[in-house]
């Protein structure tokens, strides 16, 4: 999702082909199943692949979870099909008091699932158009060459009008985990839409880029990839693409890095060796299966103070998931928690963040909302503690914000992500005169 995997997300899935007769169909059967506590029957309704990494009793733990986390459900939408390569997609809408969710199903030749995740719903709308009379423009371009750029979007500052032409600072904005569009849309909210507009009013260019898992998620179909595949590789190149645009200070190049990504960012500063300092919004200190499982037992009492059967069970089975994860015997390909591959969680596992901050030794801007339920204040200290004494290094905390920098009231709950709302403008304008003042 929007920054951390969230934990009622269900990723499951195996390799697939061909289409089937009636894939709609089938994804309904399954959805009825699955309310109706039939297990074993939506597990015969799996391809062998799917079957063994996703027996029934996983499969009741992580669906039972879901209402403690989201409210009841009130209902579904229409089904709606497409062919994804070789595969047939279904996606449907489900409804619950306190969020939408959508259900994608893949279907192999024999009409069997194949793949089966449930994730938060994106809003479809489109960013409103730049205000004529705003103080910048937006154009698009690339990241990266050939079949394998990633569209993006420049917020440019406009001249001025003085001569000689002054040079912008610019920033690129990477993404937390999960497949995000450039404005890293999430339910009706786009923070990264936010943030590259008011800081572009304040005279600072923007890159946004579509991320790679969501513009071409055929890229990772092998299953042999890990976090710089994801992450890194195109936000260094992301970085490169700045440098060459006319009108930008190349020696005033900076990265901001939301949640994963800002864990990512001083990586992506060492690998490219032309970012002049790091803006860390909501950035997780500590190995990432360890934050998972965290996660997992913070939303299971979000609703009511108690953890459930069900819950208790997913927690367990995610547990032992990331033990399985982390045994040097267990081979790389096999599908570890979220259904992503064991090689690809160890890429993640094997990032120390404070320690590859410690060694590219630039300014920094450390950000966090109090009220993040995703990546907490444990993080947070860690950050300080390695920092604090550091005069390099800038840290402000937000009473009021949640994980996506946006202002609410009382304890964050995942259903605060389906409200529409935008990204703190005390915290763009802090961003703004740190990123003036360096």
């Not at 669906?63 to 099909?81: D, N």
């Not at 497409?82 to 047939?88: E, I, N, P, V």
């Not at 693409?241 to 800002?262: N, T, W, Y």
């Not at 030794?361 to 390695?386: C, E, F, N, T, Y």
């Amino acid at each position: 999702m929007l920054s951390l995997l969230l934990a009622s997300s269900l990723a499951l899935s195996a390799g697939t082909s061909a289409q089937s007769a009636d894939p709609a169909a089938l994804a309904r059967q399954a959805l009825d199943r699955l309310d109706a506590g039939d297990y074993a029957q939506v597990e015969a309704l799996f391809g062998a692949q799917m079957a063994a990494a996703v027996p029934a009793d996983k499969l009741k733990a992580v669906w039972e979870s879901l209402p403690a986390q989201v409210g009841k459900a009130t209902g579904r939408g229409e089904a709606a099909v497409s062919a994804q390569g070789d595969a047939t997609r279904v996606k449907v809408p489900l409804h619950y008091e306190k969020a939408e969710l959508v259900a994608t199903f893949t279907i192999d030749a024999e009409g069997k699932i194949a793949g089966f995740v449930v994730q938060p719903a994106q809003s479809a709308a489109p960013a409103p158009a730049v205000a004529a009379d705003a103080s910048y423009v937006e154009r698009e371009l690339t990241v990266g060459d050939g079949e394998r750029a990633l569209p993006a979007t420049l917020a440019l500052p406009k001249d001025d009008g003085q001569a000689p032409a002054k040079l912008v600072p610019a920033i690129v904005l990477v993404h937390g985990s999960g497949p995000h569009d450039r404005d890293e849309t999430i339910g009706p909210n786009k923070p990264f839409l936010d943030i590259a507009r008011g800081l572009a009013a304040q005279g600072i260019a923007v890159l946004r880029y579509d991320k790679r898992t969501k513009a071409r998620p055929q890229d990772f179909t092998g299953g042999q990839f890990g976090v710089d595949e994801e992450t890194t590789f195109d936000a260094v190149l992301a970085v490169d693409a700045l440098r060459k645009i006319e009108g930008i200070d190349p020696e005033r190049l900076f990265v901001l890095g939301h949640s994963q990504g800002g864990m990512m960012a001083p990586r992506i500063a060492a690998m490219s060796g032309h970012v002049a300092g790091l803006v860390l919004l909501a950035a997780p200190a500590r190995p990432l299966l360890d934050i998972l499982i965290e996660q997992n037992r913070r939303l299971a009492v979000l609703d009511d103070g108690n953890t459930s059967d069900a819950e208790r069970d997913a927690i367990n089975a995610l547990i032992r998931q990331v033990q399985t994860t982390r045994a040097a015997a267990t081979d790389v390909a096999t599908k570890g928690p979220m259904g992503l591959p064991v090689g690809y969680w160890r890429s993640i596992d094997g990032v120390d963040a404070v320690a590859e901050a410690q060694q590219v030794k630039l300014p920094m801007l450390v950000l966090q909302g109090a009220r993040d339920i995703q990546v907490v204040d444990a993080d947070w200290q860690h950050w300080k503690s390695a920092f604090d004494r550091d005069p390099k290094v800038t840290f402000k905390l937000y009473g009021k914000l949640n994980h996506l920098g946006i202002a609410g009231e009382g304890e964050g709950s995942l259903a605060e992500y389906q409200q529409p709302g935008h990204v703190d403008s005390q915290l763009i304008i802090d961003v703004a005169r740190w990123l003036q003042a360096h």
